[in-house]
């Protein structure tokens, strides 16, 4: 319904925004933009139209003008032309009209050919006569002849022009006139005559060849000449800028391309071995001009790219001229092959046999190697690999070590190391500069100088920007990384065979002894390489998020370049670009730093803590997902190669590491020893502890859960354990162990099993098991235990004797229990070598000492001392007095030992004694530890680290920290007069007393590794009654004396000293 209102006309509308002026504009400003790009439009057709009519009027033309210059030419040549003016006037119509595809010009060119080869001498006058319109026609009608080459189908086509450029291009047309000669030389090889040469080698001459210098026809040996004319004439003008264009051209257009069979079965040959002397040194000055680094060579033209083609060229032309190379000329030479060398193809000579290189290191796709490439690449290590190479390389450094010398070598070097895993000792070059001392010092002293000059003047070597993690840019790395990691892969390949009399110095009349630092001069390396670690651990995983510290760094890195626009910081995936770079460096240092490490820990040479770094700060009691027991996280990875697992690994070994993790990952399985021993045992107890839950659960400690539960015989405690406890019948021994004794009259002892009975158990078990009388082990001469080699003579299934011994010294690892049972260092050492367990001879002083020093002394001996010796390759094995003869090689028993091979039968020796021996009783020993706990564990400490895991330190029983540290229960304090009676008279007794009573107690008798703060349950005192005719007992389970309230002090140390050496079992409870 509507109302009315009284209006009754309708009201304008008012808009209040005014007149709409802005949309008139834009109209207006879109109207005019379309009209202009509508006229430049019409402009550009116009133009376009323009330049066609003009292209094509001149196409027109020109072919009109050519179809008259023949026409001229044709009735030219008709008449016969014999003087001078009518010959160039023939080349200048021939040279205008000329088409390679046309037959008809190529016809006209082959009979004006034939007539100037008939008038070859009146046109050799006329040339230098008529000055440069001769000369600029006659290169032209050269030029023309090249052309036709490279079309020619027969012997017609091709002989005329052919025979041209032999005659015009020849040194005896122009005796007189090698000026001019030359002019028509630069001309050709600007019009790519290497180039054209090379096709018609490759047309002209079959394919098929068996690899000589003999040209396989007439055809092959006149190209040839002709190829090699121009270096001939280059090397008589002696004029330096013309040859650089001639060898650069023969580069460019013969070597550098891929090798066709015709190049590489014959000229190559040809040229190397022909009648006049290829100009090598000549050829190598100018390819060091070529491909040596300068400011601004982006803008450098026709630059000579290096190829493995042109590598494979040089190295043939250097197998026949480097003997007679001087020193300046050879070091040009190594400055020339570290250039081309990197740009072989990574991994062509890759070996499976190559034991250097971690085949999970390599994740590099898979490249596809022509047979070609490959032969080139062999090559060129055969080269490397002989004799006359290495002397030239010694001389050079014997006369001149510096520093651009040794960067050449060491970047050759470093070339086949990395990029082709070539292992030092199947390298000549390698290992020969590997023994060389004083090549590796100077080497050592280039790694420490080398610098650069910071924005406030002042030197920092790379070696502190490496250690501190500093970025540094590409030029820096290649001037620091071959120098350091080729110093670090040949120390350490000397070091295997180095013994410790000549690493420490002891022989010092030895001359030939090939350690070329003392010990003085190791302890700065030591801290530089084990900074330089850490700092590649930091440059390899740096942190994701900037902090205050990074933009410190950020400055540091600006301050040690002279240019801060070599760095770039908006450059994100700089920090990972080069993870290979330094995995491969870190790999080599560190191998480096851990053989030091180790030859420190048989005998220092390092201050106390000197491997100890303040930079590391690893502690236990810090939350980390390194530590959880679920999956495989605490273990050696590839280096580098963290951050790339995949989501695959991420869901099976849960939540990712962080950054920090990773690092310390890092630090933890490759260098653990600059971390505390004491902090790396919290580590180890906490990987343990986790592990603990994961297995046991928590209802272990309240006595319930899953366990596993024995009865045992006391007096056949090692039969019943090893049937009762074997893989069979409890194939998990990580289970909590409780454990039933059996006196001598069968009945069940007293007790029980909370912990302290199983721990006796466990105790009397293994020195069951380790006991020599028993067979299995065998003691050295400081009484150290090892594998007996004749228990396979005692034992039927010798090899699960030694896993479940293994097994059970994993159980006591693992219930942080320790037991006193000493090992050869050597043993010990093949439980935690990553490698299959082999060691190398300095271990076997550790087994042998007196087989060691004979086997050094034999060293010394000279040639007829040795065959004096009447020695062979055999060794005589005393099984139970029936000796036997074994072959230390094939035939080696008819194999005298001689000057020759004395270090052969040295090592053959030592590795039969302390591998081959008890190979297969370490590994079965080996895998029974591992079935309890993860040996990449243990591998966090050396040899007497892991001793004093196993035994506990052998230090005195701090009785003021036991006292410290122990509680008091049943109405027992601090100041009851019973208690301070208890401890008066501890703490006079002899520190064998002082571990009986822990053994009495805690059923050890050594101290816990980290005192007895750590020890749980903790130590207890507990009233045991008033009774003084009573002697004190122990709960071991629980840590716990019972001592009686003896009111006499010398009482109760009778009463004590009874108890604690009467050695019995439970029974006293």
Known sequence: MYSFEGDFRRKPVQSLRGASKKEQTDSLLTRAKAERERREEIRQRHSSSLKIQSAYRGHVVRKRQREILRDEYDKLMSRGI??????????????YFYRTDSGKDQDRLIQLCQTV??????????VTQSGKSGVFLLQHLLLLCLKNLQNASDTRSWGPPMRMLEIFTSVDTFKDKKKLLGNIWIFLIKKEYFGSMRHLLEAKVPQSLDKSPTPPTPQAESIFNM?????????????????????????????????????????????????????????????????????????????????????GSVIAFADKNIESLSVSDAADFLSVLKTLLPHLPAGVLESNNDSDSDSSDEEDSVVMISKELREVAEECVKFLNSQKFVRCVVKCLNQEMD??????????????????HISIHRLRLLYSLAFNTKFMKALWITCTRVSNTTVTGSQITLLQTLSRGLEMSDEDMQRIVPLLSVFCSMFSHSLYTLHDADFYGDMKSSKDSSMPFSLKELVPMVLMLRDTCLGIIELAHPETQRSLTEDYREALRRTAMKDPRDWSVNNKETPYRHTKTWAYLFKVIATLVRQLYTRDSRRRFCPPNSWLSDRVQIHADKPSQMYRARGSVFCRRPFGTMRHLTKVQIDDDGPPLSNTDVKNLVILTELPFVVSFEERVKILQKL????????????????????????????????????????????????????????????????????????????????TGFDPNRGLFLMTTDR??????????????????????????????????????????????????????????????????????????????????????????????????????VDLKYNGRNITVTEANKIEYIHLMADYKINKQIRTHCTAFRQGMADLINLEWLRMFDHHEIQTLISGAMIPVNIQDLKQHTHYSGGYTI????IQNFWDVVENFTDTQKRQLLKFVTSCSRPPLLGFKDLFPAFCVHFGGNEEDRLPTASTCMNLLKLPEFHDKETLRTKLTYAIESGAGFELS
């Open 403 to 420: 520093a651009h010398l040794l960067s050449s070598v060491c970047l050759i070097c470093h070339s086949l190391m990395l990029q082709q």
């Open 688 to 767: 343990i502890q986790n592990d603990k839950d994961e297995n046991q659960g928590d209802a272990h400690n309240f006595l319930s859960g899953p366990s596993i539960n024995v009865s045992i015989r006391r007096n056949y405690i090692y039969e019943d354990a090893y049937d009762k406890l074997s893989p069979e019948n409890e194939p998990n021994l990580k289970l909590k162990m409780r454990v039933q004794l059996m006196n001598a009259a069968g009945l069940d002892e007293a007790g029980i099993d909370g912990g302290g009975i199983f721990r006796e158990f466990l105790s009397e078990l293994l020195k």
């Open 117 to 126: 080869i008939k008038q070859k001498d009146m046109i050799k006058s006329s």
């Open 227 to 311: 190829i090699i004319s121009p270096i001939q004439f280059a090397v008589m003008s002696k004029d330096k800028e013309f040859s650089d264009l001639v060898l650069k051209s023969a580069c460019f257009y013969l070597f550098c391309p891929a090798y066709s069979e015709q190049v590489e079965q014959f000229l190559i040959p040809a040229m190397v071995y022909s009648k006049f002397p290829f100009p090598f040194v000549e050829l190598i000055q100018s390819l060091l001009q070529q491909t040596s680094p300068i400011p601004n060579s982006s803008k450098r033209t026709n630059v000579i790219e290096p190829s493995p083609w042109l590598l």
């Open 82 to 95: 014999a003087d001078p003016a009518s010959i160039f006037n023939a080349i200048r119509r021939l040279c």
């Open 784 to 885: 150290l235990l090892y594998p007996n080699p004749q228990s396979v003579s005692l034992m039927e299934k010798y090899t699960k004797h030694y896993y479940f011994l293994g097994r059970m010294l994993g159980k006591a690892i693992y219930e942080n229990m320790l037991v006193e049972i000493p090992f050869a260092t050597f043993f010990l050492s093949k439980i935690l070598s990553r490698h299959g367990g082999d060691l190398d001879i300095h271990h076997l002083a550790s087994l042998d000492p007196e087989m060691y020093r004979n086997l050094l002394s034999l060293k010394t001996l000279n040639g007829k001392e040795v065959e004096d010796l009447g020695l062979n390759f055999t060794t005589v094995d005393d099984n139970f007095g029936i000796r036997k003869e």
């Open 975 to 978: 100041n009851h007069p019973v």
